[in-house]
T-cell receptor
Framework: DGGITQSPKYLFRKEGQNVTLSCEQNLNHDAMYWYRQDPGQGLRLIYYSQIVNDFQKGDIAEGYSVSREKKESFPLTVTSAQKNPTAFYLC?????????????FGPGTRLLVL | GQQLNQSPQSMFIQEGEDVSMNCTSSSIFNTWLWYKQDPGEGPVLLIALYKAGELTSNGRLTAQFGITRKDSFLNISASIPSDVGIYFCAGRRGNTPLVFGKGTRLSVIA
């Protein structure tokens, strides 16, 4: 089956810990994205990558880091510098980042800080 | 970052009624996308629009790309209980990331 997988579905983090969220796609898409969703806030872009070994900051990159070593993988690390990390995190991908390309989402990971 | 103005924020309707929601932007977009999100899940693409004036249907859903390229509309006809969820619009111009609306939360009363 082709698609985007995110793991785990739920993740718990202690104060001061870094935690990494996984995102994998087998759609052969070049572009990948990470969004944060809070109630009533819609989707806010954290980081995006248009090609392997390259990525750009989105609107709310502070306290997060990413890597893009492989085309199919775009992990997101929530660092201890992120003061309010509890949220629903969504990964997405598209063939390329152009006008005509649609974007598809994974099932999401809910992060809770204990 | 820029966000789209999506309205209404929420709607409560009777089963069988038609629904209409819209998004507006101060910028011109070349692409409009409409998504639906169920609780605890990722958004699912409903309709993609690429041309000003374009009207596209997907079953009971119809979306339009505004002539000014600054707005888009989504209509749902004869709503059913499984239409419940949050509907998001998203727009893009050129080689830039999508910009999202804050969503319209739809509740259907049987």
């Amino acid at each position: 089956d082709g698609g985007i997988t995110q793991s785990p579905k739920y993740l718990f983090r202690k104060e001061g810990q870094n935690v990494t969220l996984s995102c994998e796609q087998n759609l052969n898409h070049d572009a990948m994205y990470w969004y944060r969703q809070d109630p009533g806030q819609g989707l806010r872009l954290i980081y995006y990558s248009q090609i392997v070994n390259d990525f750009q900051k989105g609107d709310i990159a502070e306290g997060y880091s990413v890597s893009r070593e492989k085309k199919e993988s775009f992990p997101l690390t929530v660092t201890s510098a992120q003061k309010n990390p509890t949220a629903f995190y969504l990964c997405a991908s598209s063939i390329q980042q152009t006008d005509q390309e649609t974007q598809y989402f994974g099932p999401g990971t809910r992060l809770l800080v204990l | 970052g820029q966000q789209l103005n999506q309205s209404p924020q929420s709607m409560f309707i009777q089963e069988g009624e038609d629904v209409s929601m819209n998004c507006t932007s101060s910028s011109i977009f070349n692409t409009w996308l409409w998504y639906k999100q169920d609780p605890g899940e990722g958004p699912v693409l409903l309709i993609a629009l690429y041309k000003a004036g374009e009207l596209t249907s997907n079953g009971r859903l119809t979306a339009q790309f505004g002539i000014t390229r600054k707005d888009s509309f989504l209509n749902i006809s004869a709503s059913i209980p499984s239409d419940v969820g949050i509907y998001f619009c998203a727009g893009r111009r050129g080689n830039t990331p999508l910009v999202f609306g804050k969503g319209t939360r739809l509740s259907v009363i049987a």
